[in-house]
């Protein structure tokens, strides 16, 4: 089987037709589950840097992607939309893994 330039982004569209959701709730979606996922895989909490950078890079390398597969009417919606599914992204792994730094109580029921 081969993965062509199209494949991820059938995927994504599978994913979405399937499940009924919008892009950006997938995203937002995406981007709890693989910091839960980067966190068990890695063997490590949430505190961790690595389940966040893991996350980061991911949705970087698919904005990449997108930005080299989709061709939008013009450059400022093209980049304005990467931007926002960033945002979307890592906005809950981000206060995720602050929360976790800061107040582990909160996630745990006990100090770090």
Do not use: C
């Not at 499940?19 to 979606?29: A, C, K, Q, S, Y």
């Not at 939008?72 to 304005?80: D, H, K, L």
């Not at 602050?98 to 909160?106: I, Q």
């Amino acid at each position: 089987m081969s993965f062509d330039s199209s494949s991820w982004y059938q995927v994504k569209e599978l994913v979405r037709h399937a499940t009924g959701w919008p892009m950006d709730t997938l995203h937002v979606m995406a981007g709890v589950l693989l910091q839960l996922l980067a966190a068990t895989l890695l063997r490590t909490s949430l505190a961790s840097k690595w389940p966040w950078l893991l996350v980061l890079a991911l949705e970087l390398a698919n904005e990449a992607y997108d930005l080299w597969f989709e061709r939008w009417p013009s450059w400022g919606m093209q980049y304005g939309e990467s931007l926002r599914d960033l945002i979307g992204t890592m906005l809950l792994p981000t206060l995720l893994w602050w929360v976790a730094r800061t107040w582990p109580k909160r996630l745990s029921g006990r100090a770090r």
